[in-house]
């Protein structure tokens, strides 16, 4: 984001963490093909995508992972966007996440785990997929 001072880039990634968070993927496509990096993280180190899984904004989700985000990018908690999605019962986003490759046994706690400890175990592939 070159051209751009510290403050103005600030705002830009505030404002597209807002936009994953609400699923406003038109807007976030924006910024993407402006030039925001699509694995941009906050300060505590959530991606686009992880805002926009946790959230449960499948179509969002998906925007991003067309462009090349990292399904396993976990944050400073050490926890990974599908373990997100399956914390809150997403099963669309689960499944566009492991669709996409992302690792069920990655993070803290793993998504398998994560699924085990909130009822969520049906959300998952079957062992061996």
């Given amino acids: ?5 510290e403050e103005q880039v600030e705002r830009v990634v505030a404002l597209a963490m807002d936009f994953a968070r609400q699923g406003r993927s038109g807007e976030l496509v924006e910024f993407l093909d ?10 505590e180190g959530n991606s686009l995508l992880m805002l926009a899984a946790y959230h449960g904004h499948a179509e ?3 925007a ?6 990292d399904v396993d990018l976990r944050n400073d908690r050490d926890q990974s966007p599908v373990a ?3 914390f809150k019962g ?5 499944a566009a996440l492991v669709e996409a490759g992302a690792d069920l046994d990655a993070g803290t706690p ?9 009822g969520q175990t049906g959300l998952l592939p ?4």
């Fill in 1 to 5: 984001m070159s051209g751009l001072s």
């Fill in 34 to 43: 402006h030039g925001l990096p699509v694995d941009t993280r906050d300060s």
């Fill in 84 to 86: 997100g999605a399956l």
């Fill in 126 to 129: 079957p062992k061996g997929d």
């Fill in 60 to 62: 969002t989700v998906a």
């Fill in 110 to 118: 793993s998504a398998r785990a994560a699924a085990e400890m909130f």
């Fill in 64 to 69: 991003l992972i067309e462009r090349g985000a």
């Fill in 90 to 94: 997403e099963g669309a986003v689960v």
